[in-house]
């Protein structure tokens, strides 16, 4: 009798146990997502390593110097050729170009995301392959299209640009994004509101729009010396955008500014343009200068100005 009692217990401990385990792992299934999203962006994949004793960047003024950079993804395949520029400190580079023309690509390998095969790039003189990357991108603050979203919160979403900001820097920054109003609106299925709401994986409960203001707060809030934007402003609205520019603007005074964008009416106020095409520099000049030449901006120009544009034409 005692057996089967001490076999009785046992076998209700086992279940017991089988059902904890089971709930554990439930749990854990459950926040798999976003473990693994938060490990993706604690420890990002590096491509390229650091040399040996590689000193972090100083960035005093901001000059980028591309010296006869090249790169191509296969052989012969994309990406730049001969890449001659120097962007002074300060200055407001505007970069369009037909679809492969090498616009990104100019901007990943100032990013050192790959490695150029010939050439070097230097930041104030210092060449970008003989000092750190982490330190290479916390002086470049980046919104682009496909704009990085975390399964955490709207305030952990933002303050990645900077994590040590004020409660009164984060509110500021995404105001000047317009994003403070829609974030207070935010709440998630577990009860978080305004900026303590998660955003779901990649930002996925946010439309276009409301996943790049936040990440235009991101980068006002991080305030970097060096600002890169890959069509920044391309999923908003005419009215917010209108809004946005004026911001942008604010915050792009005494930086170095590197423009991608499809919509040419948003460079008319740069300092130069480039016109990229087959991987080189096509043409170099202001707005005004560009449009005298009656080149490939000119032409750019007169089919979106006209109201007709062919995208495989036009900037991405």
Do not use: C
């Amino acid at each position: 009798m005692g057996d089967i009692i001490a076999a009785g217990a046992v076998a209700i401990r086992i279940a017991q146990m089988t059902g904890w385990v089971s709930f554990t792992l439930m749990i854990i299934y459950s926040n798999l997502g976003e473990v693994e999203d938060g490990m993706r962006t604690l420890t990002p994949r590096t491509r390229l390593p650091d040399v040996a004793g590689a000193p972090d960047l100083k960035v005093v003024s901001g000059e980028i110097v591309f010296d006869k950079v090249g790169f191509a993804y296969g052989r012969d395949v994309g990406g730049v050729r001969d890449i001659d520029l120097t962007i002074a400190a300060g200055e407001k580079l505007g970069i369009v170009g037909a679809s492969g023309a090498g616009k990104s690509t100019l901007v990943s390998l100032l990013m050192r995301l790959y490695k150029g095969e010939n050439g070097h790039i230097r930041i104030d003189g210092q060449d970008l392959e003989q000092i750190t990357q982490a330190s290479l991108r916390r002086q470049i603050g980046m919104v682009t299209q496909e704009t990085a979203m975390f399964n955490r919160s709207a305030r952990e979403n933002i303050l990645y640009g900077r994590p040590d900001a004020t409660e009164a820097e984060l509110i500021d920054a995404a105001r000047a994004a317009e994003a403070h109003e829609f974030i207070l609106a935010l709440e998630d299925h577990k009860g978080g509101t305004g900026y303590e709401a998660n955003l779901g994986e990649r930002g996925v409960k946010l439309s276009g729009g409301q996943r790049q203001r936040i990440a235009l707060a991101r980068a006002m809030l991080k305030n970097a010396p060096i600002l890169v934007l890959d069509e920044a402003t391309s999923a908003l609205d005419s009215e917010v955008e209108a809004s946005i520019q004026s911001a942008l603007h604010r915050v792009m005074k005494g930086k170095t500014v590197l423009a991608i964008a499809h919509r040419l009416s948003t460079l008319t106020e740069m300092d130069r343009i480039i016109v990229m095409a087959d991987g080189r520099i096509a043409e170099i000049g202001s707005h005004e200068e560009l449009l005298a030449k009656n080149g490939l901006y000119a032409m750019f120009w007169n089919r979106q100005s006209g109201g007709f544009i062919r995208t495989e034409d036009a900037a991405e």
